[in-house]
């Protein structure tokens, strides 16, 4: 390579737009990784909840020709002030903020299966399952709810 080359010199036009002819872009109806277009005139736009960025700096063309100064910057990487150690309920040192109910139990629980697997009649009266552990993480918010509390021990004063 010549020590004169240039990037400008490298890509050079064939002369002819044959390879431009079909350069626009696809329209939503064309393209498989889209929607399908009736669907998502269907769907509509939900848009966000709060104004994003209005309160910001430069906003405004005017503020973006004057800029600013390196005071309000150095506030914007000021950090977030952090809530106070204790929030009255509970009040543990490093605790989550609430007092842990002994029937909330700690353990996950996983898929819960019936005896008959789901797929045959139920026969049984008594409401049971066997805990088949988690499937990967992929449970849904009620199955992420259930949590395994250990069973009491029967007093033997008797």
């Known amino acids: ?16 737009n044959e390879e431009q002819e079909d350069a626009a872009p ?3 109806e064309d393209s498989l990784d ?4 009736d669907k998502m005139l269907d769907e509509g736009y939900s848009p966000p909840e709060k104004p994003l960025g209005v309160t910001k700096h430069g906003t405004t063309a ?13 506030a914007e990487e000021t950090p977030d002030v952090e809530p106070p150690a204790g929030d ?9 903020g609430e007092p842990i109910d002994p029937e909330a139990g700690t353990d996950r629980t996983g898929r819960l299966v ?3 697997e789901g797929a045959h009649s139920d026969t049984t009266k008594e409401v049971i399952a066997r805990d088949e552990g988690i499937d990967a993480g992929a449970a849904g918010a009620e199955e992420a709810a259930v949590h395994t509390i ?8 008797a």
């Open 114 to 116: 019936a005896p008959d």
């Open 150 to 157: 250990p069973d009491e021990e029967p007093d033997e004063e």
């Open 34 to 37: 889209e929607r399908d277009y």
């Open 88 to 96: 009255g309920v509970g009040d543990v040192e490093e605790g989550e």
């Open 1 to 16: 390579m010549m020590s004169d080359d240039r990037a400008d010199d490298v890509y050079q036009p064939t002369g002819t």
């Open 26 to 28: 696809l329209d939503a």
């Open 62 to 74: 005017a503020e973006q020709r004057e800029r600013e100064t390196l005071d309000e910057r150095l």
